[in-house]
C-alpha cells in the first residue's frame, strides 16, 4: 500500500505542476489582453479615435486559468481516481492472471 500512496503523490505533484503552468500561461494572455485593450483605448480616447478590444485574449486566459485552478485543486483526487483506474486495469489484465 506505501506504494500506491507513492504513486498517488507522485501523480498529485505532477499534475499540479501542469496545473500551475498552465494558470501562469493564461494569466499572461489574460493580461497582455487587457494591457492591450487599455492601451488601444487610453490612445483612442487622446486622439477620438476608435479603439480595439482584445476579447478573445481576455475570455480565453480567464477560461483557461479557472480551469488550471480548479485542477490544481482537484489533483489528489484525479490523481487517486487514476491510479485507480490504472490498478484495477493491471489486475483485470489476462497478463496479470
Partial sequence: MPELERMVQDTGDLIRRK???????????????????FGTLSAAAKSGSSYFVFWGAIV???????????????????????????VRRESHSPRSQ
Avoid: W
Fill in 19 to 37: 496545473a500551475r503552468k498552465s494558470a501562469l500561461i493564461n494569466g499572461a494572455i489574460f493580461a497582455a489582453g487587457l494591457v492591450v485593450t
Fill in 60 to 86: 480565453f486566459g480567464l477560461y483557461g486559468s479557472i480551469r488550471a485552478l480548479i485542477r490544481y485543486s482537484r489533483a489528489d483526487s484525479e490523481a487517486g481516481a487514476l491510479i485507480y483506474a490504472h
